[in-house]
């Protein structure tokens, strides 16, 4: 074999064995976190909007009828939120196992195209 076709091979196994794992890697992680950070954004946005719809509930507050209605909207917001935070909470877990699932596969992909190479 010639000194070309060898370096050739070890060319090709080397971005098989580390190369190639690491851009599929590289491309989970950076798909997860996307996931994450837009989870985190659109949580954060809620959360944002249920906050100031809460204030100037407050703010319009004139009478003791307006001071009922505010902490009965009061209440049905800390509900809403408890039951949103679980539900981000949920998703964001998802991602997470979804993330670790396919990490586990990629890496015995690579372990098993090391093993055949």
């Known amino acids: 074999m010639s000194t070309k076709a060898t370096t050739q ?3 090709e196994q080397f971005e098989g ?5 690491a851009r599929a890697y590289g491309s ?3 798909e997860f976190y996307e996931k994450l950070f837009g989870a985190q954004l ?3 946005r809620r959360y944002t909007d249920l906050s100031l719809a809460q204030a100037r509930a407050w703010i319009d507050v004139r009478d003791a009828d307006g001071f ?3 902490v009965e909207g009061q209440q049905k917001a800390a509900q809403d939120l408890g039951e949103q935070v679980k539900a981000d909470v949920e998703k964001v877990s998802g991602l997470g196992q979804d993330y670790l699932q396919k990490g586990q596969k990629l890496v015995e992909e690579s372990l098993k195209a090391a093993s055949v190479k």
């Open 17 to 21: 064995v580390f190369v190639e794992p």
């Open 28 to 30: 989970l992680t950076l």
């Open 68 to 70: 009922k209605k505010a």
């Open 9 to 11: 091979k070890a060319t």
């Open 42 to 44: 659109d949580a954060a």
